[in-house]
Every structure is written in structure tokens, then in C-alpha cells.
């Protein structure tokens, strides 16, 4: 919320939703490029769902979260068009993932490319999970109402996804592992502040 709804919300006055939505333009460009994987199909998904939300706008309960409401119509734009497209890409010889790169053992950085092209090999499922769960810091229980399943299914897709990053990037309990951020800390670790 920004400075001048909070004003208006502590004066009483009602806040305007659509002045809200823009402050989430950019998690929502960043989640929809970790489901699409290119920039140019994010952004048009960025596009198609502040449209969407802007012309339902009244359907958005005030008080409640703006950036979950947005994230779930994101996430059904991103099937409903996969659907409609009837598209993926398969790696049935393991070309995708025998090009992968490996982290030297005599670096304790993993390197961010390396773990974007290891990330965007999880089914999109796990991936929808993490990035909800650990670099967008949504609780078990709002990924799970976003995405329409149960909070176990949640938990599940997460701890999948991480235990397929650690054996691809050759994680061992023992190694240190020191990361650019926190976003991809929280992803590939099982804890920590960022997820709940």
C-alpha cells in the first residue's frame, strides 16, 4: 500500500483498488517470467492480467490480499494459454539437461545462471510452488488457495522441487553454499525466514 492510501485508509477515506494494483506490476512480471521463461510472453501475461483484473475490478473484496488476487489470475492466464496452446517443451533424450552446467567444487558460489537453466527444467508445477512458497513469500496456505489444491500438494511440489535442484546442482548436506539473494536462498533451502 502506498504512502498516500495509507493516509487516506488512517483519514477514513476509501482506497482505490486499482491504485494498489499497480505497486505488484513488478512480482507479478517476475512470476509470470518464471512460468514462461521469456520476457516477451511475460509481459503479455502481465498485460492480459491487469487488464482482466482491472475490468473485474469490483469482484476484489477492499482488505483483502491484492497481490494474491493477482497472482491467482496470472497463474490462470499462464494455464488457461498453455491449454489453449497445447505446448511444452519435452526433454525425453535429456539434451536440455545434459548441457546443464556443474558447480565447480573449488567455488562455494552457485552461479545464478546455473541455477536458472537447472530451475527451468522443474515441471511447472514445482517451480509455481517455489517461487510462490520461497522467493515470493506466500504461506503454504495462500500458494495452496491460489493454485486450487490442498496444502499437502503444496508441500509436496516444494520439497520435490528443492530435493531435484539440490541432486542437479550437486548440493550435499556438507557443502556451504553461499547465494546472491535471498529470493534464491529461500527457493532451493527447505527453511528460513522467507518461506512460512
Known amino acids: 500500500m502506498t504512502a498516500r492510501n495509507r493516509e487516506k485508509t488512517a483519514k477514513g477515506g476509501e482506497v482505490d483498488p486499482r491504485e494498489e494494483l499497480l505497486e505488484h506490476l513488478p512480482a507479478l512480471r517476475a512470476f509470470a517470467l518464471s512460468l514462461t521463461r521469456n520476457g516477451a510472453t511475460a509481459d503479455d501475461m502481465v498485460q492480459d492480467t491487469v487488464v482482466k483484473a482491472w475490468t ?3 469482484k476484489f473484496q477492499v482488505g483483502t490480499n491484492m497481490r494474491a488476487w493477482l497472482f491467482t489470475i496470472l497463474r490462470n492466464t499462464y494455464y488457461s ?3 489453449k496452446l ?3 517443451v519435452a526433454d525425453p533424450e535429456g539434451n ?3 548441457g546443464l552446467s556443474v558447480k565447480p567444487d573449488h567455488d562455494g558460489h552457485l552461479n545464478l545462471t546455473d541455477f536458472k537453466k537447472v530451475f527451468e527444467t ?3 508445477e514445482q517451480r509455481e510452488a517455489l517461487i510462490l512458497v520461497g522467493a515470493s513469500g506466500f504461506s503454504y496456505e495462500e500458494a ?3 493454485c486450487g489444491v490442498a496444502i499437502g500438494t503444496i508441500k509436496s511440489r516444494a520439497n520435490r522441487g528443492r530435493a531435484k535442484l539440490t541432486e542437479l546442482l550437486q548440493l550435499g548436506e556438507d557443502g556451504s553454499m ?3 539473494d535471498s529470493a534464491t536462498m529461500a527457493v532451493v533451502a527447505g527453511g528460513g ?3 512460512r
Do not use: C, K, Q
Request: proline share 4%; hydrophobic share 35%; glycine share 4%.
Open 56 to 58: 473485474n475490478i469490483e
Open 96 to 98: 536440455l539437461t545434459g
Open 122 to 124: 522443474l515441471p511447472d
Open 86 to 88: 497445447n505446448r511444452e
Open 178 to 180: 553461499e547465494l546472491t
Open 193 to 195: 525466514s522467507v518461506l
Open 144 to 146: 495452496a488457495d491460489m
Open 81 to 83: 494459454s498453455r491449454r
